[in-house]
């Protein structure tokens, strides 16, 4: 199994980024997806899932700028980011889940997102 994010840099204060995470050695379509982030010194906390039916979940400080999405045929999850702000910034992860809200089962490696000017 094997998720690699890519798509993070370094962007200002209300500009945008996608990020990617191709996924590979496992039945993609089957699992829920989520992009979890980790700003430093907190703890990971859950910014957006889709399910594997295509329904989402936005955490609130997200929702309205961020949309996350899928392509099963691609076996990718993408989040749409925009109107970023320095409190975005964080390394972001995607993670599959057996079920929408179930336990997380694999993880990618992270790509960092750096907001400021």
């Known amino acids: 199994v094997q998720l690699v994010e890519s798509g993070g840099g370094l962007v200002q204060p209300g500009g945008s980024l996608r990020l990617s995470c191709a996924a590979s050695g496992f039945i993609f379509s089957s699992y829920a997806m989520s992009w979890v982030r980790q700003a430093p010194g907190k703890e990971r906390e859950l910014v957006a899932t889709?399910?594997?039916?295509?329904?989402?979940y936005y955490a609130d400080s997200v929702k309205g700028r961020f949309t996350i999405s899928r392509d099963n045929a691609k076996n990718t999850v993408y989040l749409q980011m925009n109107s970023l702000k320095s409190e975005d910034t964080a390394v972001y992860f995607c993670a599959s889940r057996t079920a929408f809200t179930g336990r997380y089962d694999y993880w990618g490696q992270g790509t960092q997102v750096t907001v400021a000017s």
């Open positions: 889709i399910g594997s039916g295509g329904s989402t």
